[in-house]
């Protein structure tokens, strides 16, 4: 599991032991606003995403690499 996805867990964790989140957010050292941002996801029933966690051509694109079509590249082996 990610960094990301066990401060999610955690979170939910807290809250559901009856903590505010204020509370929540300074004994994990998150901000405020991220802990609104999942207690207001898993409210609404949307899932934690992880998709883009540990996509390469993602990660290379936002570290400013680009991606094959970025370069003109189209041919892929079938």
């Not at 867990?9 to 802990?35: F, H, N, Q, R, Y």
């Amino acid at each position: 599991m990610s960094k990301v996805a066990d401060l999610h867990a955690k979170i939910l964790e807290l809250s559901d032991e009856g903590l505010k989140p204020v509370s929540i957010s300074g004994v994990l050292g998150v901000t405020l606003e991220m802990v609104y941002d999942v207690l207001e996801a898993e409210e609404i029933g949307e899932p934690y995403d992880d998709s883009m966690d540990g996509d390469f051509d993602s990660a290379m694109a936002s570290a400013g690499l680009g991606t094959d079509e970025d370069y003109g590249v189209y041919d892929y082996d079938e």
